[in-house]
């Protein structure tokens, strides 16, 4: 069984579109999460959620909107894409926040977005 | 702002040697994890580190916090091709909700 599951795997869409990528988890875990992983290979936090409560929200466009709609999900939609977008999304999920050993973070295989 | 500096950024060497990456930070952390990440794949956590001074092993991996929870490295020794791919640290403090992430470090292993 798959721990944490994204959807889809690739992602190629036009300039201005909206679109939406899909995150699940069945490791019971409380805490979910949205990295963007540039070309560089820079993974940098986007959200994250706990308990379906938004708790990180780092300086991201307002064109990214994170959904929970329950502990199990969390689902990252954006508007009017642009070419600065393309990356690898990676979702993962945690027991915890805390940031330290016990609330060790499980990643997802990646949706790769290219944006043309 | 807490920043991790990985070196070396890349990393190409024969199998059969040995290596090290390195993981630096101004920064004091709680937790120092150590991940690999395939071509196409997510990251993998590989170890958690949380006292200072630790020392942990995984088969031919060696990894260590410094003794001031600031840094990391990673030792492998008799490289193998397997051992290829994308090493990244992430730094966890009591203070922050979230993982800071090195730059990475790619490494080829070439059988």
């Known amino acids: 069984d798959t721990a944490v599951s994204q959807t889809p795997k690739y992602l190629v869409t036009q300039m201005g579109n909206d679109k939406s990528i899909k995150c699940e988890q069945n490791l019971g875990h409380d805490t979910m999460y949205w990295y963007k992983q540039d070309s560089k290979k820079f993974l940098k936090i986007m959200f994250s959620y706990n308990n379906k409560e938004l708790i990180i929200n780092e300086t991201v466009p307002n064109r990214f909107s994170p959904k929970s709609p329950d502990k199990a999900h969390l689902n990252l939609h954006i508007n009017s894409l642009e070419l600065g977008d393309s990356a690898v999304y990676f979702c993962?999920?945690?027991?915890?926040?805390?940031?330290?050993?016990?609330?060790?973070?499980?990643f997802g295989p990646g949706t790769r977005l290219t944006v043309l | 702002t807490q920043l991790l500096e990985q070196s070396p950024q890349f990393l190409s060497i024969q199998e059969g040697e040995n290596l090290t990456v390195y993981c630096n930070s101004s920064s004091v952390f709680s937790s120092l994890q150590w991940y690999r990440q395939e071509p196409g794949e997510g990251p993998v956590l590989l170890v958690t580190?949380?006292?200072?001074?630790e020392v942990k092993k995984l088969k031919r991996l060696t990894f260590q916090f410094g003794d001031a929870r600031k840094d990391s490295s990673l030792h492998i020794t008799a490289a193998q091709p397997g051992d290829t791919g994308l090493y990244l640290c992430a730094g966890g403090a009591d203070s922050s909700y979230k993982l800071i992430f090195g730059s990475g470090t790619r490494l080829l292993v070439r059988p």
């Open positions: 580190v949380v006292t200072g001074g």
């Open positions: 993962a999920s945690s027991q915890g926040f805390s940031g330290r050993a016990e609330d060790t973070q499980y």
